[in-house]
């Protein structure tokens, strides 16, 4: 819904508005385009300010000479290239990697094509300690992992929840030996591909 509680359409956010703004002691009539309203709107919220404060400041940096819409525009696309950046930060392999070696227990992170992306040494020391005859040297590059459910079943499973967990079974082979158990999986924080973070249960 829009904020003004019509229904979205599609090509919304090029729809323009004239919105009557007070800034300071003076009345501004500006026409931007729907998605730059929502924009400054949120940006406004994000500082706990009006939006007239936020386009008085605007303009004050903008200088007397400067288009007030094309102002607004600029600090709009800042506004929405600082919020991508700062989320660049939390996704991609190295924030999966550095959640996955923060957990106590043993974790992993799957892809698509049933690669460990990533692993702590709990998660390791599982690996070497269930299965008999295996060297303390051996490498991930030996282990073999699957679940027990579709691996795409699974991903649209944790979109339908928002985010949660859902608990599945997991297989581990090593040579000719195999472990098998139970674990809490979620989405790993990427965002050009999908895959999952498990967490072992134990058992």
Known sequence: MLKDGGARQE???????FRVVRVDDARRGIRLE??????????AKS????LGEVIGTIEKAAGSDANLSSALRVAAAMYLRKGVLAGRELTGL???????QACP?????????????????????LVQSRMLRLSENTTVQ???LSLDVHFEDLIAKLKLVGGGAATVGYIIAVEQQVLRG????TRAPLTDHDA???YILPG
């Open 11 to 17: 090509g919304w956010e090029f729809e323009p508005r």
């Open 34 to 43: 729907r998605i730059f309203w929502e924009s400054l709107e949120d940006l």
């Open 47 to 50: 500082e706990g300010r009006s």
């Open 94 to 100: 190295s924030a999966v990697r550095n959640q996955v």
């Open 105 to 125: 227990s043993p974790c992993f992170a799957l892809s698509q094509d049933r690669k460990l992306i990533a692993y702590n040494p709990a998660f390791m020391s």
């Open 142 to 144: 030996g282990v073999r």
């Open 182 to 185: 139970r674990l809490n999986a």
């Open 196 to 198: 999952i973070i498990g």
